[in-house]
T-cell receptor, first 113, second 115 residues
Framework: AQSVTQPDIHITVSEGASLELRCNYS??????LFWYVQSPGQGLQLLLK??????LVQGIKGFEAEFKRSQSSFNLRKPSVHWSDAAEYFC???????????FGTGTRLKVLA | DAGVIQSPRHEVTEMGQEVTLRCKPI?????LFWYRQTMMRGLELLIY????????DSGMPEDRFSAKMPNASFSTLKIQPSEPRDSAVYFC?????????????FGNGTRLTVT
């Protein structure tokens, strides 16, 4: 069965610093991979997605993620964090041929001014 | 595009009362999902519909929970009777009819508090 692990529950970075949020998945084939962001009191918003092709995908708000099959990872990165990036970030796996999505437990990002 | 619309945003009710949560998906989206989010269990899929038909309700915790989708633009999630452990944020999401590669579009959720 597919699963998603986000090892970091909380991460704190200074504004302007670089960011990497980790995501590891377990799935028997190449999955569909997503990163979502949730601001307080809001629903989840799609940041980016990977289906196939180029393993480095660009998303909104300056985020990017790299799919590494050998490491079963899909880490989210941003070169320079802004205070408005403080939120909770969820990695998700979509099983091909189904409509089931498995979400990680989330990483809460705090940005220091 | 107004996005997925949920109502109410907040619901406070007493144990034993009936609660109805509402969702309007994005027009043209053939799939509708109900999720529950808690600190302890994260995001859990409760049920999803395809073209108004429930496809998988294996995530519905108990018979106290029921969901309907009478038409393409409206769905409800009902809890009867409600219990304090049902307190959570309930999200509705919709997606296009493609094979698992279509992102979910979430509403802003309904925060349910059962006292």
């Amino acid at each position: 069965a597919q699963s998603v692990t986000q090892p970091d529950i909380h991460i704190t970075v200074s504004e302007g610093a670089s960011l990497e949020l980790r995501c590891n998945y377990s799935y028997g084939a190449t999955p569909y991979l997503f990163w979502y962001v949730q601001s307080p009191g809001q629903g989840l918003q799609l940041l980016l997605k990977y289906f196939s092709g180029d393993t480095l995908v660009q998303g909104i708000k300056g985020f990017e993620a790299e799919f590494k099959r050998s490491q079963s990872s899909f880490n989210l990165r941003k070169p320079s964090v802004h205070w408005s990036d403080a939120a909770e970030y969820f990695c998700a796996v979509g099983a091909r041929g189904t409509y089931k999505y498995i979400f990680g437990t989330g990483t809460r990002l705090k940005v220091l001014a | 595009d107004a996005g997925v619309i949920q109502s109410p945003r907040h619901e406070v009710t007493e144990m034993g009362q009936e609660v109805t949560l509402r969702c309007k998906p994005i027009s043209g989206h053939d799939y509708l999902f109900w999720y529950r989010q808690t600190m302890m269990r994260g995001l859990e899929l409760l049920i999803y519909f395809n073209n108004n038909v429930p496809i998988d309700d294996s995530g519905m915790p108990e018979d106290r929970f029921s969901a309907k989708m009478p038409n393409a633009s409206f769905s409800t999630l009902k809890i009867q009777p409600s219990e304090p452990r049902d307190s959570a944020v309930y999200f509705c999401a919709s997606s296009l009819a493609t094979g698992g590669d279509s992102p979910l579009h979430f509403g802003n959720g309904t925060r349910l508090t059962v006292t």
